[in-house]
């Protein structure tokens, strides 16, 4: 997470406490808004789980604690007037209580964020050593096996297009955009890492 100076917020204008929206860091959608203060956004830094106070209970609370659909921040900007934050964050699971993603009405073929719950899964498979999926036996293959399976899935989408079955090549290409998701995590490559090299190529 980015470094942040805690001290050049205005903590006065709202009496100890800063709005802050939270935004998926991947498919930039709004998630929610609570609030913060200076001891919440302390504990958000120090664990990295987005943390908030509650007002009406008059505590601190991490977004997930009793749910498990934990914030997992990535980067803290403040607005002009150094009163609001907003923080980019990776979902794990729904956000709102109400089982949707945002709690906010986002018309959901613009939400992009389970992709985020796709690389939780596959995270998760690879963490789990006693696991006999599909995706934990290609991350103990090692990485000639996954670039193997990439190989292969390519083949798959280029046949698939020169073919008139569209589902067909949608179907090849989800397949290889998910083998793609698997080299990224045995790699340690992020989401955001790629968008970066490929917002650099509009200049």
Known sequence: MNAFDISSLNWEKGNGLILVIIQDE??????????????????????????????????????????????????????????????????????????????????ENYDFSFINEISNIIRDKFKDYQSNSYINSLFHSGIKKIAQKIGEEGVEVTIAAISEETIDLKNEIADLFFHLMILMEFKKISFKDVLIVLKNRKK
């Not at 664990?47 to 106070?53: I, R």
Request: with cysteine; net charge positive.
């Open 26 to 107: 991947i498919s930039s959608i709004i998630l929610m808004h609570a609030y913060m203060n200076l001891e919440s956004l302390e504990k958000t830094i120090k664990s990295g789980f987005v943390t908030f106070y509650s007002r009406s209970r008059q505590k601190l609370w991490v977004k997930g604690e009793t749910s498990g659909n934990f914030l997992i921040p990535s980067k803290i900007i403040k607005d002009c007037d150094s009163d609001c934050l907003l923080i980019y964050a990776r979902a794990i699971g729904n956000t709102c209580h109400t089982g949707s993603q945002s709690c906010f009405n986002i018309n």
